[in-house]
């Protein structure tokens, strides 16, 4: 509210407010008038008045003004302030808030002004009005939606200002909350100042958008932009400055929001930094004290330091270039628990600690007296934490007064804690990735290339001081057994112990490492052939004692070669050659048994070696062939079926018998070559003699108990016979009683396929090996064949003869085919048929023949 004395007489006052005057007709009709005396009673009104309360004349005429004010409004300061001016004849204008007679409020802009009489004293007022309530609720309104902006933008993290243009520059004219925190300006200090002086850019002239002829509206975008606080420290933001056009299209304001990216800006700096060291390969201890150095660049409060998990419950100091050395010395392991200062608890909870105060902090009571004579009085210790949130080290921050960490430590620590990580577990690859190279992953001894580096060492050694070494070879004997049967877990576990067992037998001077699968190889240093002998007996020994593996009680042993240095070789790989060749000679001689080299055994090894070339050759150059063996029914002759078996002409070594290339394809991994070969080459015949009309009813093939390891077994047999065109019951598989003693569960499962094809199968040699009834059962046979020993002296031997009876009637029983082999006379058919016996096989009937003579057998005994 105004107030304003007036000095006008009353002479002239009384013609401008008689209430006939023509000043008062020209304004009834645009603005709200009222008339009341000096106790405030109404004394006249006009339409309008009425209009903007909602009254009648004769409701207000007699009564008084307060009518159309608050309840309390007499009692109000304003209130005497208006009657005070008007009696002092002073005139009053502002804006007055009044009561709609529906109780409702109105705003109205108004002039009190005093009338004088004659006299000139005050005998009335008026009181000209213009309702402005639309104009109050609308800047209410308005009003309203600045403090809520306002109160959003004190909100934001970003430093936000508007800024009016001229053409003397930006002058702000609002700052926000976050605009102060980050650059130190309170609003009284900023508002009117150039934001070109405030801001303090690296390049003002980005910040200058429009001066107030620009024509139109412009943005700026800085993505890194260099600002500078109040007390001149740096600030990267991101920053977006759009400029506000007015109507005639000239610009009036600019509006800046600032977003602080120093912690970002931080971050890839030391990101590089910490990131081209490991590409220098640089030493972790370097990339970490480069990583101190910085962080105590960037905040000079702090003094930086990282610790090391050594895996053992206990942390290292890998970088602290900023701590007294005597320091870092004493804690050169800090256990990992919960009461073990900063760091070794923050390690143990995984979670960061504060220490405000280290004289009074409990944590710190066995470490006080180290720290605290050098000024240093607090620590905040943070955990690094690997990817699989595994504890990796420890990042502290010490300082030199009683405090904690601030918002910006807090922020920086978290971006240094990621790159400790980073640093840290690349660290772990790389060597991880070197034991890997060089180590067995299985046993954690060293593989052959990490070995033969120590070896080569040991042989030097040797050298120098006139010593002579051994070289071990060893062996697991039926390795693959457990393999097989209890599965390749179980042989995992197996290989661990023993290579412990090992491991712990071995001498200081010794080297041991794993060479392949079930084989590990020592260096005894120095080592006499006495000295090997007894360290030798005592290690089969230690290795031949109870294991439980995969719940079982197993007893391995182990087959050991031993080749001497200088004696049987001047390197290495001759020295390893010549212990194989000898472990290989101790396995022949039975499990658990160990061989020194000789030159017989290298050159007996080197024709075991041309001779498995050879066999490998005989594939390609045909000296392979399959003879024929008939089997006949003892009481007619007749022809039951043939039995292809394995014979090999080599071209210097002449005939090779099947007992000496069969076991060498077992050894040399040719086995099921050999198998498929076999049966592809037997069907393959049968057919052909289908096809010409030559009455052969079935063939049998002997196949090795490691066939059956193979599980596409079945569907290769599956595809000879569908090549062939023989439906799969003119097939016999002859397998031996060795097959039973592995009990693995997968080849009687690949068995069982080969069977439900149709494919029929016979057990051959019965009676020399382990099997029991229960597993002929379980094999689902269709035959069973009476091994020739058990016909040798039948004739002449009552135990032979009581034995062959018990055959024929187990086969009997099981509602089996029996067939005799080894018959070579007539007295022994005449026998064996009264027996029972139906089938035989043997000399007395014919030898194992080539293809095309046993048609020329079958034509001869047509024709008889």
């Known amino acids: 509210m105004k107030s304003q004395k007036t000095a006008v007489s009353p002479g002239v006052l009384q013609p401008e407010f008689d209430e006939n005057s023509a000043l008062l007709s020209a304004l009834d009709s645009s ?65 007055f808030e009044r009561l709609h007679k529906d109780g409702s409020t109105v705003w109205l802009a108004a002039i009190y002004q005093p009338v004088r009489g004659p006299d000139g004293s005050v005998n009335r007022m008026v009181k000209i009005a213009k309702d402005i309530t639309l104009l109050i609720e609308q800047q209410k309104a308005t009003q309203g939606w600045v403090e809520l902006l306002t109160q959003l933008t004190d909100r934001s993290d970003s430093a936000m200002f508007i800024a009016a243009n001229s053409v003397h520059g930006q002058q702000a004219v609002y700052i926000n909350q976050g605009f102060t925190q980050l650059f130190g300006y309170t609003p009284e200090q900023a508002l009117g100042q150039n934001m070109v002086g405030l801001l303090q850019s690296a390049h003002p002239e980005q910040l200058v958008l429009n001066d107030s002829t620009s024509p139109n509206a412009q943005q700026q975008l800085l993505p890194k932009e260099l600002f500078y606080s109040k007390d001149k420290q740096p600030h990267w933001c991101s920053a ?40 220098k390969e ?110 990796l080290g420890t990042f502290a921050f010490y300082y030199k007064e009683i405090r904690g960490p601030s918002e910006f430590h807090y922020q920086l620590v978290k971006l240094i804690a990621n790159l400790c990580a980073l640093a840290m577990e690349r660290e772990q690859s790389r060597k991880q990735i070197q034991h890997l190279a060089f180590y067995d992953s299985l ?68 080297t041991l490492g794993r060479l392949s699968g079930d084989e590990f190889i020592i260096i005894l240093a120095p080592s006499t052939m006495q000295q090997a ?69 290298n050159n007996l090894n080197q024709q075991r070696q041309d001779m498995e070339d050879a066999l490998r050759n005989a594939f390609h150059i045909g000296s392979l062939e399959l003879f024929y063996q008939p089997q006949v029914m003892l009481k007619d002759g007749h022809l039951y079926g043939v039995e292809a078996l394995s014979r090999w002409v080599h071209p210097i070594l ?85 097959i039973l003693i592995e009990n693995n569960a ?14 029929r199968l016979s057990m051959d040699d019965f009676g020399t090996g382990y099997s029991s009834l229960s597993y002929l059962r379980r094999l689902d046979l269709d035959e069973i064949k009476l091994d020739k020993s058990f016909v040798h002296d039948l004739e002449h031997d009552e135990t032979s003869r009581t034995l062959s009876e018990a055959v024929i009637r ?44 046993l048609e020329q057998w079958l034509e001869h005994r047509t024709s008889r």
């Not at 009455?695 to 016979?721: A, K, Q, Y």
């Open 240 to 279: 977006v400055i759009n400029s506000l056009v007015d109507k005639q299209g000239k610009s009036s304001y600019s509006i800046g929001v600032l977003t602080d990216i120093t912690l970002t800006k931080m971050y890839e700096v030391l990101q590089y930094k910490v990131l081209e060291a490991l590409i």
């Open 443 to 510: 046993t954690g001894l060293p593989n052959r290339n990490q070995f033969q580096v120590y070896a080569k060492q040991a042989i030097v050694q040797a050298d120098e001081r006139g010593h002579t070494l051994a070289v071990l070879v060893i062996n697991l004997d039926r390795f693959k057994q457990v393999n097989d049967s209890l599965g390749h877990a179980a042989g995992d576990e197996l290989l661990a112990a023993i290579a412990q067992r090992l491991r712990n037998d071995v001498s200081k001077g010794d």
């Open 654 to 738: 002449g005939n090779i018998l099947p007992q000496r290339f069969i076991p060498l394809a077992e050894e040399c991994g040719l086995i099921n070559e050999l198998a498929l070969w076999a049966i592809e080459t037997a069907c393959r015949q049968l057919a052909d003699w289908r096809l010409r009309g030559i009455e052969v009813p079935s063939i049998s093939v002997n196949l090795s108990p490691t066939n059956f390891h193979n599980p596409g077994l079945p569907e290769m047999i599956l595809h000879i016979l569908q090549r062939n065109h023989l439906p799969p019951q003119d097939l016999t598989l002859e397998i031996t009683e060795d």
């Open 282 to 391: 640089h030493s972790l201890e370097d990339v970490m004290s480069l990583l101190c150095h910085e962080v105590e660049r960037i905040a000079p409060e702090v003094t930086a330091s990282i610790l090391q998990a050594n895996g053992q419950n206990h942390l290292s100091h890998l970088a602290a270039p900023g701590l007294p050395l005597t320091y870092t010395a004493a804690l050169a392991c800090v256990p990992i628990s919960p009461f073990d200062g900063s760091c070794g608890t923050a390690a143990f909870r995984k979670k960061p600690v504060e220490v405000q105060d280290i004289a009074t902090d409990p944590l710190w009571d066995n470490y006080r007296h180290l720290i605290l004579p050098h000024g240093l009085l607090a620590c905040w210790s943070t955990p690094i934490l690997s990817s699989q949130g595994q504890i």
């Open 746 to 759: 997968a080849i009687f499962v690949t068995i069982e396929k080969i069977h439900r094809m149709g494919v």
């Open 31 to 95: 603005l709200a008038i009222i008339e009341f005396d000096l106790t405030s009673r109404i004394i006249d009104v006009n339409q309008n008045y009425l209009d903007y309360f909602g009254y009648q004349r004769e409701d207000v005429i007699g009564q008084y003004h307060l009518m159309f004010c608050h309840p309390n409004y007499a009692a109000s300061e304003e209130y005497q302030t208006l009657k005070e001016c008007l009696l002092a004849g002073e005139s009053l204008e502002g804006r």
């Open 533 to 601: 002998t007894l360290k030798v007996e005592k290690m089969l020994s230690l290795l031949s004692q109870p294991c439980q593996i995969a719940d079982m009680n197993i007893i391995p042993s182990a087959s050991v070669g031993i080749s001497l240095y200088p004696e049987n070789g001047s390197d290495l790989d001759t020295l390893m050659i010549h212990a194989d060749i000898a472990m290989h000679k101790a396995k022949n001689m039975g499990y658990g048994h160990f061989n020194f080299f000789s030159a017989e055994m």
């Open 810 to 853: 187990i086969g009997e029983s099981l509602q089996l085919s029996v067939i005799v082999e080894g018959v070579e006379n007539e007295a022994q058919r005449t026998l064996l048929s009264r027996q029972g016996y139906q089938i035989g096989q043997g000399f007395l009937f014919s030898e194992a023949l080539p293809a095309i003579k």
